[in-house]
């Protein structure tokens, strides 16, 4: 593949993993959901008409989506907001929820805050609210100093991107975790890497964006580690969360996140790699000025910006 191919390809990948931009999305439809008078999330209009008839728990005005008065504190929220969640559940009405996974995620204006209400992980994407994960790169060095980056195939029985690519370990946040927890955990479930080679995993900063699919809408940040492990680490998987793992040259790896064998936003967080290690350089790249801004993008903007 020659280099103006793969460039194309790869902004089509970026391009995709920021679709609730796009002007062909439901983004002017949806309605802000407003908390504490703070603006932490998108509703699409599918859900908000299904939420009038639970007028004891959400609020549903021309111009947004909120919770009722009379529920001031996080854990009242928690209750009833969840109860509402397992009704739609039960109606088998979104798609979303048909992944139901028993975890909690934080309903938070912003990363690190108290959060303002807990909600189950398969129906954040129905409210369009930030969800926070960690992903992992994790790579060695041959005696020539080039560089091989592990790679796992998520199991075909996982709910979502079954049998694509991924890093050799990654998350989501749940409530109550931190990231450095989340890195340590998921290294150590995934991929059976120990604490005592994970905690060396440097911190690379963040990919953003935000999309839509059949789930709903999906502003993401994911924050990024670099795991260089020592040439004889072999990752075993752990969890069943993966079906085995591969060591490719990051030629190799280069070319394989264009080939849609890759779940998307790990295909992002890899070219974050290239980019960061210079294997990707503006001189040579016409897209990547197009390849940072896509990459680093606040997935909040369109909300704010309706405002």
Known sequence: ?????????MLKIVQSLNSFHHKDSSNKQCKPFIVDGDIIGNVPP?????????????TVTADCVSLHKTLNTSTERTCKINNVLESLRDKNIFYA???WRNEMYNGCKSFGQQPLFKMER????????QQYGVHINGYKEDQDKKVHMWIA????????????????AAGGIAAGDSIKYTLIKECQEEASIPESLAKHAVSAGAVSYCFEDERGVFPEVEFVYDLKLPDDFQPCVGDGEVEEFYCWPIEKVKEKI????????????????????????ADTEPNFVKFL????RDPASSCIERR
């Not at 398969?122 to 609210?129: E, N």
């Not at 195939?153 to 050799?168: E, F, H, M, N, V």
């Open 46 to 58: 599918y859900v908000y008409q299904e939420l009038e008839i639970y007028n004891g728990v959400f």
């Open 153 to 168: 195939r998520r199991s075909y029985k996982k709910p979502t991107y079954p049998g694509k690519l991924d890093q050799i």
């Open 122 to 129: 398969s129906a954040v994407s129905l409210f369009g609210i």
């Open 293 to 296: 801004t896509g990459i680093h």
């Open 97 to 99: 929820l048909r992944g």
């Open 258 to 281: 264009v080939s849609g064998e890759f779940k998307p936003n790990c295909a992002i967080v890899i070219l974050d790699f290239l980019i960061r290690h210079g294997i990707i350089q």
């Open 1 to 9: 593949m020659d280099k103006e191919e793969w460039s194309s390809k």
